[in-house]
């Protein structure tokens, strides 16, 4: 198993568009379902891929009043950041509402750290509190953790954020499956969504937002800068890494995505 490191045969009825409405494409579907197990082997990467990045590729498909993703990530960037931020995918059936409901798999070890408030307080305001020796160790006990537990990211009011933490059983009990493939090099994210309303995302059949997101916290130092100062970086290399992966964990730090895509039922 990999180490933990800190610190998802007819053409679909289905059309995506990019937010910036730039391409449009086929989506997808499958007669058969393939098991939700954080592999892309059966999967029909060709007709489900979604973009075309090089460092992380979306794919999508419908079966059976269900929604298939698959999360692949391809770049050590990119998988740092989601081990220290964690991975929200939102799905909605309204633009206005994209962002009310998000689950995070894994969590991150910075979203674990909010289940302690004056711990994460403390890390996003003050530039020493991570150069003590005991919340050093407290990060790395947090980074061994990301895959325990699913983050759901709530905006009730439309624009702030509330967190919570649920079991993977809690959140595959209306139907919905998660799973990652831990063996890979690179993180996967594999997830079933019923298109029945039952789900925490409360979508059913019919147009869909679908987002994936980085979304690393936001740092206040004495300065008022958001950003870690290099000081504060370099305290933050001990977290597990080795070699070429401490001198790439600073960029990792402040790496964010915010990829959005529509799916319509076509006519």
Known sequence: MKPLLTIATVVTGFLLISCSGSKQISIYQSDEPLPVDGSLSGWQTASTLLNSSDDIHYHAYIHDGNLYLFVDVRDLYVDLAIRQSGLVVYVSNSEETRRETGIGYPAGTFNLLRNFPGAYTSFTTDEEWVRKPENTEMMR?????????????????????????????????????I???????????????????????????????????????????????????????????????GGTQRRHRSQARFLSKNDWFQLRMAD
């Open 141 to 177: 006990e947090l980074s061994n953790q990301i895959f325990d537990r699913i983050m759901i990211v709530e905006r009730f009011d439309g624009s702030n954020p509330e967190y919570g933490f649920v079991t993977m059983n809690q959140i595959e009990i209306d139907g919905m499956r």
């Open 179 to 241: 799973a990652t493939d831990q063996n890979r090099r690179f993180l996967s994210l594999e997830m079933k969504i019923p298109l029945d309303g039952s789900t925490i995302y409360n979508v059913v059949n019919g147009d869909l937002w679908v987002g994936f997101t980085i979304e690393p916290p936001i740092f206040r130092f004495r300065s008022d800068s958001e950003t870690m100062s290099s000081r504060q970086q370099q305290s933050m290399t001990g977290y597990g890494y």
